[in-house]
Each structure stands twice: as structure tokens, then as C-alpha cells.
């Protein structure tokens, strides 16, 4: 159960967005703050696991551009490039 509340300002520009990604995302201003707090304080950088999943996509990407590139290119041989970049977009998914 939380006790303890702390009081902050905000600009109404970063109201306004702070209450806009909370109606987003499905969440409450409260959870998003207390989630941006326990990453902070456990030393996770804000965005690090988005740019993270960003670069992943790209690599996946790349990689079944690669292989489409080639002259024959087997449907069978797609399967492991394409799971990468499925699982790539699910990670970025994760992150909003």
C-alpha cells in the first residue's frame, strides 16, 4: 500500500503530454511517474530499451533484405530472419 506522496510542478505543456501518454498507454500518470522512478533508481536509462529494440529491428531488417536480395532465395531460409524482426517489433511494442 503507498503511503507517501510527493508534490511537483509541471509546465501545462508537460501536463498535457504526461496526461496524454498515460490515456495512451493505458496507465496512470501515478504508475508512469512510479515506473520512471523504480527505472531511475535500479540505473536504467530512459529510452535505453527502445533504442535497443530499434537497433535489433534494423539488424532483423537488414538481414531478410540480404537474404530477398539474393538470386535464388528459399522461402525456408526467411523463417529465422523473419522471427528475429517479429520478435524485434514485439520488443518495440513493449516499450510504449
Given at each position: 500500500?503507498?503511503?507517501?506522496?510527493?508534490?511537483?510542478?509541471?509546465?501545462?505543456?508537460?501536463?498535457?503530454?504526461?496526461?496524454?501518454?498515460?490515456?495512451?498507454?493505458?496507465?496512470?500518470?501515478?504508475?508512469?511517474?512510479?515506473q520512471a522512478v523504480a527505472e531511475t533508481l535500479?540505473?536504467?536509462?530512459?529510452?535505453?530499451?527502445l533504442r535497443s529494440a530499434v537497433t535489433e529491428?534494423?539488424?532483423?531488417?537488414?538481414?531478410?533484405?540480404?537474404?530477398?536480395?539474393?538470386?535464388?532465395?528459399?522461402?525456408?531460409?526467411?523463417?529465422?530472419?523473419?522471427?528475429r524482426l517479429q520478435a524485434a517489433v514485439r520488443?518495440?511494442?513493449?516499450?510504449?
Amino acid at each position: 500500500m503507498k503511503e507517501a506522496s510527493i508534490r511537483f510542478r509541471l509546465s501545462d505543456n508537460e501536463k498535457k503530454g504526461l496526461e496524454r501518454f498515460a490515456e495512451n498507454s493505458g496507465r496512470s500518470m501515478s504508475q508512469i511517474i512510479r515506473q520512471a522512478v523504480a527505472e531511475t533508481l535500479a540505473g536504467k536509462i530512459p529510452g535505453i530499451a527502445l533504442r535497443s529494440a530499434v537497433t535489433e529491428l534494423r539488424t532483423a531488417a537488414n538481414s531478410v533484405l540480404d537474404m530477398v536480395e539474393r538470386q535464388p532465395c528459399e522461402a525456408h531460409e526467411l523463417k529465422e530472419p523473419t522471427e528475429r524482426l517479429q520478435a524485434a517489433v514485439r520488443r518495440i511494442l513493449s516499450c510504449a
